[in-house]
């Protein structure tokens, strides 16, 4: 059987009936605080596992305030190291404060600390655990930890002074990279294809190769930061959508990437990139596994061989027909990503492939 979305503490309840096969007690308070720990668990690794910060980030103060000291330590860190990702140092720096106030011993936080404080070119910040190190590595016969410990904060500082004298570093976002929309071609009344391109070395590919690597061939999507401000999906200013590209992998690793998307009245991210004017600054994620191929399945690439269908038969509609675009991509030469198509079985699609509108 299988359960998705596990959004609220009544589905979960209903998983774990199904799993002991007997009914819970409801009045059990602290189950019901353990059902809920592990839900919000569950979706803040799904999402860093997807570099959703937004997502992530979600209520975890609260979690913060009401979890016990030791666990309550631990998901101040994790907070810490979530809000650095989102490109968000001077928040990340107080939560890191905040754990070595707690643990004024613990490595990990310091050298998290070192690295944000060398991003905002804080010296001082850096001076000062240089004598924390001293203080910790006090034992005269094993000093190869404060060695290796003040070889990385002389790294830090050297950046750090790097950022007061030359151009500041740019705000990144973990797994992301910067692109422009460069035009829009009207496909519909609320449907368009947005043409995107970067410059980015950043963007990474669909297609990771060299090196020994396997091609492993994958239909894949790419996430958008939709600028919508305050939301109610998190507390970063924007919220994150998937969307599936039509153009091909090649065309990503040239720095283009087209979007066919449909806008929906009340759609936060598609609305927003509707009125974005020509020339804004754009994030996309680097690209995402969506299903493997030949198999149309998301399971481990390891197995991917495993499973290869003697035909396809794809059933469409609407914006889903992006996904029948890459489908299509792989059983062509020069679109699939190795030197011969992956997909070599009959494929019938019930609706047509996307047909770019003339110019």
Not at 60 to 71: G, L, N, T, Y
Not at 151 to 161: D, G, Y
Not at 184 to 199: D, E, F, G, M, N
Not at 207 to 223: A, D, I, L, Y
Request: charged content about 25%; proline content about 6%; aromatic content about 6%.
């Amino acid at each position: 059987q299988l359960f998705t979305r596990i959004l609220d503490v009544q589905k979960s309840v209903r998983i774990v009936e199904t799993a002991k096969g007997a009914k819970l007690n409801l009045d059990d308070a602290d189950m019901f605080q353990r059902l809920a720990v592990a839900r919000q668990t569950r979706i803040r690794q799904q999402a860093c596992l997807e570099s959703k910060w937004n997502v992530a980030l979600a209520g975890m103060s609260d979690q913060i305030s009401a979890a016990p000291e030791k666990r309550g330590f631990k998901l101040q860190r994790e907070f810490g190291e979530l809000l650095y990702k989102a490109g968000l140092w001077e928040e990340a720096l107080e939560q890191f404060l905040r754990v070595q106030e707690a643990a004024p011993s613990n490595i990990e936080a310091m050298m998290a600390l070192a690295q944000i404080f060398s991003k905002l070119g804080r010296t001082d910040g850096l001076v000062h655990l240089e004598n924390e190190v001293k203080r910790i590595c006090c034992d005269p016969e094993d000093f190869r930890l404060e060695l290796e410990l003040s070889s990385r904060l002389s790294k830090f500082k050297t950046e750090a002074q790097a950022v007061l004298t030359d151009v500041p570093v740019e705000r990144r976002i973990e797994n992301y990279a910067i692109w422009h929309l460069e035009s829009v071609t009207a496909v519909s009344q609320h449907s368009a294809i947005y043409h995107l391109v970067s410059k980015d070395l950043k963007r990474g590919t669909p297609n990771p190769r060299g090196r020994g690597r396997s091609v492993w061939s994958k239909v894949w999507h790419t996430t958008l930061l939709a600028e919508v401000g305050a939301n109610a999906e998190g507390p970063l200013p924007w919220v994150e959508r998937d969307y599936t590209p039509i153009s091909t992998s090649q065309e990503w690793e040239r720095g283009h990437c087209d979007l066919l998307v449909k806008v929906y009245k009340d759609g936060q991210a598609s609305l927003w990139l509707s009125r974005q004017p020509l020339g804004t600054r754009l994030w996309l994620s680097q690209p995402l596994r969506t299903l493997g191929v030949p198999s149309l399945v998301p399971q481990s690439e390891l197995n991917e061989t495993g499973f290869r269908p003697a035909s396809y038969l794809l059933l469409l509609a609407g914006t889903g027909i992006v996904v029948a675009e890459q489908v299509l991509h792989h059983t062509e030469t020069g679109k699939c990503f190795g030197a011969s198509p992956a997909i070599t079985s009959p494929i019938r699609p019930l609706h047509p492939p996307l047909q770019h509108p003339k110019s």
